[in-house]
Each structure stands twice: as C-alpha cells, then as structure tokens.
C-alpha cells in the first residue's frame, strides 16, 4: 500500500494500521495537527485526490469535524485515515499555510528588529517618530515636543497632595447641585 502526497509528487509505503498523519510526520511532511491524531482540532484536513475507496469510511466523530467537506470535495482528518489500498491525497493547503507561516515569522522579526532599533530613543524622540509614522498612515497627530506633558502632568498631581489639586477640589464642589443652596 502506498500513499502519494501532492504537490510534492512523493510516495511512501504506509503500514498497515497506520494512519496518514503517522507516515506524513515520520517523512517530515508538514501536515499540521493540535490534537496529535485524537480527532478534536481537524486541523490535519487533506483531500483525498484518488483511492478514497482504499480508505477506511470516516467515523461519526470525523464526519462531525468534518461536515460538508467531505462530501464537496472529498477532505478527510489525516489522522483517521487508513488505508488498505493506494491513496493519492494532496496537502496543498497545509505547504500554503506553513508558508504564510513563514512569511509572517519574517514579517514579525523585521517589525521587532525595526521597533528595537526605536526603543533605545528617550523621550519626545520616541514619540516624534511614532507621529511620523501616524503622518504617513494619514493620521493629524499634534505631540508636545517641548516638554513631557505626561510627566508634568504626574508632578502637578504630587504637589497636588492626590489625585486632584484642591483646587480642582474646590471647583467640583461649587458645582453640584444642592451645595451652598438654601
């Protein structure tokens, strides 16, 4: 008995009782899987190419993992899939999603080496580039350069002796309604 995976254009004999996901992962091909063969995650779905009548029919569990896909076009759980006769199954969507995979893993690392490159600014350094950077999106961003308004802001409400001077105080308190009424 064999399997064939696409696109790779592969073959490997599998053993009897052997599931697909087992002979995938024993070559190094990358079918994805969370569960690890307890059908739970479907994330190990391929379509069957030919030979779907070498394969064991599908299980209550796997067809409601699978739903519909099995009858439109033929996907099955790789780990639930034995065979007793030559399959051809195509993985496609697994090498496109370890791509994507890879791509973003790039992607991530550029952005991090980027934003580390930033990081060592102090400051209004630090915030003047992120509104260069909400300039360029389109975004009207207007930064206090002259002076920290957060740390200012933090030691008026030191001195203020709270979360509000009491001054600030005194004013919420003229205010309500009901005070120094009659």
């Given at each position: 008995?064999?399997?064939?995976?696409?696109?790779?254009?592969?073959?490997?004999?599998?053993?009897?009782?052997?599931?697909?996901?087992?002979?995938?992962?024993?070559?190094?091909?990358?079918?994805?899987?969370?569960?690890?063969?307890?059908?739970?995650?479907?994330?190990?779905?391929?379509?069957?190419?030919?030979?779907?009548?070498?394969?064991?029919?599908?299980?209550?569990?796997?067809?409601?993992?699978?739903?519909?896909?099995?009858?439109?076009?033929?996907?099955?759980?790789?780990?639930?899939?034995?065979?007793?006769?030559?399959?051809?199954?195509?993985?496609?969507?697994?090498?496109?999603?370890?791509?994507?995979?890879?791509?973003?893993?790039?992607?991530?690392?550029?952005?991090?080496?980027?934003?580390?490159?930033?990081?060592?600014?102090?400051?209004?350094v630090l915030i003047q580039k992120d509104n260069q950077l909400l300039q360029e999106l389109g975004g009207d961003v207007e930064v206090d350069s002259s002076e920290n308004s957060d740390h200012k802001m933090?030691?008026?409400?030191?001195?203020?002796?709270?979360?509000?001077?009491?001054?600030?105080?005194?004013?919420?308190?003229?205010?309500?309604?009901?005070?120094?009424?009659?």
């Amino acid at each position: 008995m064999k399997v064939k995976f696409l696109p790779q254009e592969v073959e490997y004999e599998i053993e009897p009782g052997q599931s697909v996901l087992e002979l995938a992962h024993k070559h190094n091909l990358p079918i994805h899987s969370t569960c690890n063969g307890m059908p739970s995650c479907a994330e190990c779905r391929i379509r069957v190419v030919e030979g779907e009548y070498n394969l064991i029919p599908p299980s209550k569990k796997e067809m409601s993992l699978i739903g519909t896909g099995y009858y439109i076009d033929g996907r099955r759980l790789a780990c639930q899939m034995t065979c007793f006769g030559d399959v051809v199954v195509d993985m496609s969507e697994h090498l496109e999603r370890e791509k994507a995979g890879s791509m973003t893993k790039k992607f991530l690392s550029r952005v991090q080496k980027e934003s580390a490159d930033q990081t060592h600014s102090v400051g209004d350094v630090l915030i003047q580039k992120d509104n260069q950077l909400l300039q360029e999106l389109g975004g009207d961003v207007e930064v206090d350069s002259s002076e920290n308004s957060d740390h200012k802001m933090f030691s008026e409400m030191l001195k203020g002796g709270g979360s509000r001077s009491s001054k600030s105080r005194n004013k919420s308190s003229k205010n309500r309604p009901g005070k120094d009424r009659p």
